[in-house]
């Protein structure tokens, strides 16, 4: 069983930045695939970014604004946003593919004002 634990949400204005970090515990094994989803009210949640042994995939929305980086060693995945803009104002869940079962986080808001 894996736990994961998100930080960093918070309330900024657009054109600002934020940094979010997920931790992980538990019985960390076998997990290949880790990164950001988010989730708007009345819509689905959504691809932001994920890390796959070093190879990184982003969502068409934040490419080239958002940077994912993965401590293996601290068992940490992070996400760097910048310029940030109200479209991107959500719930943001840390995202883990295990060998047999996904796992998630309890999810960090973000608002991005005017």
């Known amino acids: 069983q894996v736990q994961l634990v998100e930080s960093g949400g918070g309330l900024v204005q657009a054109g600002g930045s934020l940094r979010l970090s997920c931790a992980a515990s538990?019985?960390?094994?076998?997990?290949?695939?880790t990164g950001w989803y988010r989730q708007a009210p009345g819509k689905q949640r959504e691809l932001v970014a994920t890390i796959t042994y070093g190879s990184t995939n982003y969502g068409d929305s934040v490419q080239g604004r958002f940077t994912i980086a993965r401590d293996i060693s601290k068992n940490t995945v992070d996400l760097q946003m910048n310029t940030l803009k109200p479209e991107d104002t959500a719930v943001y869940y840390c995202y883990a593919a295990g060998r047999y079962r996904d796992y998630w986080g309890q999810g960090t808001q973000v608002t991005v004002s005017s």
């Open positions: 538990g019985s960390i094994v076998a997990i290949r695939s």
